[in-house]
């Protein structure tokens, strides 16, 4: 006789699974990741956040420490002043000229120095990538001390090189109005360690099948550096190209301690930020400075976003094709 079985009914709408939420594990986890960034975190609001927001309300007062009490809301003058005063233009144009100078120096100089390590041929490599890298370890007002005796006009043993190969009067480095700047790119080209490695580790990711391919067709080593690694270090090199950008607006420190903040000769040296410095330091003009500080930012900021509307057309990243 042939039983029948009963199979158990199929769950009905109404007996629906909960969805399990995060375990005690999970939070727990978050609880301590939290706790691990919480330095970061208080440190992005207390040192980052909270004086970018005060730079920006104080821009739009004239607020000075010594006179407190006359501190008002001024609208835009302060912007409006930037607009009319000399020195802001000054100090734009020398800014900007050194950018022009330094920025392609900088990273012509990189790739020579990437280059040069990232060959099989180098016997030493280690010691050679440790070499370059090691100047820019040393802080920056130990180092223009060195550049400062280095680069005397009388003394310096770059002019007694010169010197010494029929150049009987080398150039006045730091005094010059012309060669202010040739000696400052100079002393950059000192600290381009970091440079140096961000654009080895382009390099050193190059498919080595692509430099095979390029020698199997007789291609030469400079047509495998223009038409493979160029390209496929793109990224890097606009990386770099930012951060060049970035730094060359927040130029400061070296031409600082090099001139004593006198911006000389000649107002050659009178960075944007230099300028910034002064008014705030010098003459009290915090209102005045933080506008001052907010159009930097701006100009940066314009800048940075040119290139990257720029960099479809030139920065390959592997995977997608250029428009």
Request: hydrophobic share 50%.
């Given at each position: 006789m042939a039983t029948t079985s009963v199979q158990p009914a199929a769950p009905t709408g109404a007996a629906k699974t909960k969805k399990r939420g995060p375990g005690t594990l999970e939070r727990r986890q978050e609880r301590w990741g939290f706790f691990f960034i919480s330095p970061w975190i208080i440190g992005f609001l207390a040192f980052t956040l909270l004086p970018v927001a005060a730079t920006f309300a104080l821009s739009f007062t004239n607020y000075n420490p010594l006179k407190g009490e006359e501190t008002h809301f001024v609208a835009l003058d302060n912007y409006l002043t930037m607009l009319s005063d000399?020195?802001?233009?000054?100090?734009?144009?020398?800014?900007?000229?050194?950018?022009?100078?330094?920025i392609p120096v900088g990273l012509a100089f990189g790739?020579?120095?990437?280059?040069?390590?990232?060959?099989?041929?180098?016997?030493?490599?280690?010691?050679?990538?440790?070499?370059?890298?090691?100047?820019?370890m040393i802080p920056v007002v130990a180092g223009a001390l060195v550049w400062a005796g280095v680069m005397n006009t009388q003394s310096g043993w770059i002019n007694l090189i010169l010197e010494a190969i029929g150049v009987p009067k080398g150039p006045d480095w730091l005094n010059d109005v012309w060669w202010i700047y040739p000696a400052l790119v100079l002393i950059g080209l000192w600290g381009l360690g970091n440079l140096m490695l961000t654009l080895l580790a382009g390099m050193q990711g190059v498919p080595s099948e692509l430099y095979e391919a390029a020698r199997m067709d007789g291609a030469s080593?400079?047509?495998?550096?223009?038409?493979?690694?160029?390209?496929?270090?793109?990224?890097?090199?606009?990386?770099?190209?930012?951060?060049?950008?970035?730094?060359?607006?927040?130029?400061?420190?070296?031409?600082?301690?090099?001139?004593?903040?006198?911006?000389?000769?000649?107002?050659?040296?009178?960075?944007?930020?230099?300028?910034?410095?002064?008014?705030?330091?010098?003459?009290?003009?915090?209102?005045?400075?933080?506008?001052?500080?907010?159009?930097?930012?701006?100009?940066?900021?314009?800048?940075?976003?040119?290139?990257?509307?720029?960099?479809?057309?030139?920065?390959?990243?592997?995977?997608?094709?250029?428009?």
């Open positions: 000399s020195k802001v233009g000054t100090s734009l144009l020398v800014t900007v000229r050194y950018g022009i100078l330094a790739l020579l120095l990437a280059t040069l390590v990232n060959s099989r041929h180098l016997a030493g490599k280690n010691i050679f990538r440790t070499l370059f890298f090691m100047p820019s080593g400079f047509q495998q550096f223009w038409f493979i690694t160029l390209p496929m270090i793109s990224p890097v090199l606009f990386y770099n190209i930012i951060i060049g950008v970035i730094g060359a607006f927040k130029y400061f420190d070296l031409a600082y301690v090099l001139k004593n903040g006198t911006g000389g000769p000649a107002d050659a040296t009178l960075f944007y930020n230099l300028n910034l410095f002064k008014n705030v330091f010098n003459y009290n003009l915090y209102g005045y400075g933080s506008a001052l500080a907010w159009g930097l930012f701006l100009i940066a900021l314009a800048v940075t976003l040119a290139l990257f509307n720029s960099s479809a057309r030139w920065v390959y990243y592997a995977g997608e094709g250029r428009s």
